[in-house]
């Protein structure tokens, strides 16, 4: 970890007691009883929808004999289950929402952890979720590399009127490669390694022909979908720049981002997958992450 980035300030307080915590848009505090039995906790898995998070947890549960689920309180903004060992929580769509459900995540593991850095080390982050393919075929899971946004920079943001913030969006090599093995050689699963965009805009920012407020033409977007492809980006979504961004800037080591892809972006923008298939898509990549966590937090 890289104590220095890690926001002392505010965060010593927590643990000695002199204020609350309160993950505001989790539902729960510092204080909150229901924290004390997370504090084994080794991965958290996050996940653009709800129910993704319900039904990830509930496997889970069934692969580790029935365990309990303890579920937070408050789901209007995110949903939250825990049972042995895995924090499962969901971030909406977009880096605004996703970087609010992981402020406050780093915060309540470092208070789970009790500030230990080590600790910290040693537990596992993963973002499962959906994205456009670039070059692949619908149905592809890609395990990010690095997530960059739509101009191929960095994630970043403004520094109060004086110029920006730049993050790493670099993806632990050791991870990802960990998570392609444990899916290696299985029927009807296709695994990748690549680059991903995140856009700030399912449309406009992925270059889209059929939002409602269209900026772009043909030319442009199959330049811009030509350049990603040359580039080495395999997929495009709307989080992992952010996400590698920030677990970077603590310095997590163990973190990942598994997306299946919806569709071939170098074949049109609508995603017209049958309901079928896109059930199919996502248990995909739900697959591919408990392939790993059973290899790694099981030992299976
Ligand atoms: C993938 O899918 C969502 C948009 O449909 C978004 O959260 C993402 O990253
Ligand atoms: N999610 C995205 O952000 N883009 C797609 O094209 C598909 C899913």
Redesign the pocket.
Known sequence: MKDENINHAFLDGVLDGSHEDVYYHFGVASSDPILRGLRDVQAIVTAGSAGRIVEFADRWSRLNGGSEIVAFPKEDRFVTRYTAGVLFASHGMGMPSASIAFQELMRMLFLLKRGDLDAMDEVFWCRV????GVGLPAGTVVVSSEGLMADLKPYRLLRGGDGEYWFDGHFPTATSDAIIAANAGIDGLSVVSGRTVA?ND?FLE?FRLDGAVCLETAETKNAWLAWLDANGVRN???EGAMIAGYLNHWGFPRFAMICCT??N?LEGDQ?TATSEQLDKFSADSGVALFNYLRAHLLGA
């Open positions: 979720g959906t994205s456009g856009g399912f992925q495009i979504e709307m919806l569709l972006r995603v």
